[in-house]
Structures are given as C-alpha cells and as structure tokens.
C-alpha cells in the first residue's frame, strides 16, 4: 500500500488531495498544528478511529517552524510521497506577517526538504508552488516565463521552488514544483475573493447581509477549480522524470466579472450591494495572472474541465445550501459528529 505524507492536510487543498489519495488506496498521513479549537473540519468527513485495523488516515501534530519535529516524523512515517501544501497562504495577510510568512511559506519548505534528506527517505516530493511568484511579469505565464514577485508570500513561494529545485540537482530527489494558478471551490477560506463573494451572495440573498465590501475589481484571475489541481499534483509524482508544470484554465476574467456572474446566478444586481473599502487594497498588486498549461496537458494528460463561470455557480450553488443547512444541522445532517450538534 503507498503511503504518503500531506502538510496543510487541513487546508482546502490538503482535504481534497487526502480524498483521492485514499480512493486510490493510500495510507495517508497527515501533519496538523495544535489549535485550541478543532481545526479539522475539511477531512471530518474522512477520520478514522485509528483502533480500527482498516484505519488508512492517520494525523500527526507538527509545524514547518519545527524541524526536529519533521525529522522524526519523516523518520517515522517513511513515506513513498511527500506532498508540502502547508503555507501561510493569504497575499495579503504576508503583508501584515511579513516575518512569519517567510518562515512557513518559505524556511518551512527547507526544513521539510532536509527532514526528507537527513532521514534518508526515498521518497516522491511535491512543492506548491504559485502563479503569485510570475507577479509583475505579464501573462500568459508558463514554466519558462522569468518570476517578479509582488509579496512577502511571492517571495517566499520563489524560495521554496528554487530550493525544491536544488535539492532534486543536488540529491537526486525526485522534487517538483507544481506551479499552479488560483483554484477554488466550496472548501475555498473565508477570506479569499472568490469565496468571500459566494459567500456574501447567499448571505445577501437570505436577507442576512446587505453591503459587501471589496478592493480592487479590476484585477485579473484565472480561476479553477481545486479538486482537479490536486489530481494533477497526484500525476506530477507518478511521471517518469521530476520536472515543474503550470497547472491553469487559460481562462481570463477580473474580479468584477466573478462577482456579476455570481450574483447573477442567484438573481442580484451587484451593483446594488458591492462597495469599495480600501483596506482589502495590496501595496503592491498583481494585476493579472492567466496560465498555459500545455506542459501538464501534453506530458501529464491533464486538462481543466471546470472553467471559471461554472466555478462560480458550483460556489454559490455550495453556500446557498450551508446556508440553508446551518440553522438546524442536527435534522439535515444526522451524521454530524455529536461534538459539532449545538446545544439547543
Ligand atoms: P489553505 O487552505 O490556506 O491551507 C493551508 C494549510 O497549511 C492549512 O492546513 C494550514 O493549517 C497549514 N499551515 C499553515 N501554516 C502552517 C505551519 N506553520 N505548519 C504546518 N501547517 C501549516 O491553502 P490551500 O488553498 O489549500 O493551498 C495549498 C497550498 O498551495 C499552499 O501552500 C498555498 O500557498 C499553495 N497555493 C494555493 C493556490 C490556490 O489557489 N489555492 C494556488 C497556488 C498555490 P491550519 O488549517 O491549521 O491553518
Ligand atoms: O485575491 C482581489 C485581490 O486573495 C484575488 C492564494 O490562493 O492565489 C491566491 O492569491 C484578487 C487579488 O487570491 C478583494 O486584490 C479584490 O487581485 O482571492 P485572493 P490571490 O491573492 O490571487 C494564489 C495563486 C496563491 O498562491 C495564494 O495562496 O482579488 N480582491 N477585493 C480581493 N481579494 C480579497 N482576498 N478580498 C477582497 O475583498
């Protein structure tokens, strides 16, 4: 049975990434941070009492800022994959953390890497890596278009993926770095564009909310959709040869088009709710980012089905029904864990 090993397991990435790992019969092991609340509610859904012989989800508590940690994790769970997908993921939030996002999205890449090497394990390596790393420089991007960071988040992802690539030169690793475009979906945080938007929709749409405040809408994205990224993360492990590939939809749409397709598929004129706050504003922005990803596509067989505007309508179909689901989840979803029904 492969056995592998997924940081950031409970970030949006990380709990699709578990999902088809285990339909494809991996032992998955699954780094978390200790938290004082639960923080598992992605993979929930997956959890194994680990007494259970057929148990094949297990979870670990560690951090990228503790390398011994890793060491002896990595010694431990000798996995045959290593997929790094932890980071402090949020552009915005690296400018007000500057400091803590070089040490996560950046140093935490090395020390998973010499935790790899120092435990002598032969395994596969995964880096997420960005299409914020492209930056300043204009689209299309792909794996040969040079990098101009906008962020202390940028700027740490094109530290990680210079290293990744130094230690697949230097060690023989078999180390990639998939560069992948914005991907989105119900999982999506909170706080980033696309799922603030959806959000708001079904929040306005319910009469809970009436004013959505944004930044800037002129930005352009190429918006995908996350559980076909992490399958292409999956089949840049299985190739023959280590090398980096964009993954991206080709598709190019600003945040206003996102936003007036979202609230016109649940029947709003967005004009009539959306209002500018300055503080969602970057220093610097990036002002668009649209990928090719013909490498992936030819070498890899991959290929994006769910472009952006479907993505929009997957997104706020999704929290129409939380929405409608929150008030009384003890009726509607019987299976919940007892610990997660409210109190009446
Ligand atoms: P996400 O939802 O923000 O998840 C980030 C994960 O990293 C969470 O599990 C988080 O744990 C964990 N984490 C944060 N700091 C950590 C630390 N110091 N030690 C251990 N774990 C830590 O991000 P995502 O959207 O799934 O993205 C996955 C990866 O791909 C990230 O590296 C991101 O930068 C990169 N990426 C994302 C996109 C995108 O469009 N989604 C595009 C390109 C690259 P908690 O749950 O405890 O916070
Ligand atoms: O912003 C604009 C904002 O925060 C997208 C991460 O997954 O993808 C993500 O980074 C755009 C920007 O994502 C608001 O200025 C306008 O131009 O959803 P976002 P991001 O910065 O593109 C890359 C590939 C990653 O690697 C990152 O980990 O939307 N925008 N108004 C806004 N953005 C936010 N968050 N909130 C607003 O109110």
Not at 86 to 112: N, W
Request: hydrophobic share 35%.
């Amino acid at each position: 049975m492969p056995r592998a090993l997924i940081t950031g397991i409970t970030g949006q990435d990380g709990s699709y990434l578990a999902e088809l790992l285990l339909a494809k019969g991996y032992e998955v092991h699954g780094l978390i941070r200790r938290s004082s609340t639960f923080n598992t509610s992605r993979i929930d859904h997956l959890y194994q009492d680990p007494h259970d012989p057929t148990a094949r989800l297990f979870l670990h508590y560690g951090d990228l800022s503790d390398g011994a940690r890793l060491i002896t994790l990595l010694t431990k769970i000798d996995p045959d994959e290593v997929y790094n997908l932890a980071a402090q993921s949020h552009v915005r939030v690296s400018f007000d953390e500057p400091e803590h996002t070089g040490d996560t999205t950046g140093i935490g890449s090395i020390r998973l890497l010499e935790a790899v090497r120092v435990a002598g394990v032969k395994c596969r390596y995964y880096q997420a890596s960005s299409s914020e790393m492209f930056g300043a420089t204009p689209p299309p991007q792909n794996e040969d278009t040079p990098f101009y960071p906008r962020s202390p988040y940028g700027a740490a992802k094109v530290y990680s993926y210079w290293v990744t690539r130094n230690y697949r030169e230097a060690y023989g690793l078999f180390a990639v770095n998939g560069i992948l475009f914005n991907h989105e979906s119900p999982r999506r945080g909170e706080t980033f564009v696309t799922r603030k938007v959806t959000r708001a929709v079904a929040r306005i749409k319910a009469g809970l909310e009436h004013d959505l405040y944004m930044g800037n809408l002129d930005a352009v994205r190429d918006w995908g959709y996350a559980p076909e990224y992490v399958e292409g993360m999956w089949r840049m492990l299985q190739a023959d040869e280590p090398t980096d590939y964009v993954l991206a939809t080709g598709g190019n749409f600003t945040v206003r088009d996102f936003v007036a397709a979202s609230f016109e598929h649940a029947g709003l004129d967005w004009e009539k709710y959306v209002r500018f706050d300055e503080r969602y504003l970057r220093p610097t922005e990036v002002d668009a980012l649209v990928g090719d990803a013909s490498k992936a596509e030819e070498k890899l067989g991959w290929t994006p089905r769910v472009h952006t505007p479907e993505l929009a309508r997957i997104m706020v179909d999704a929290d129409l029904e939380a929405l409608e689901h929150e008030g009384r989840p003890w009726i509607d979803r019987p299976n919940l864990p007892d610990w997660k029904i409210p109190v009446a």
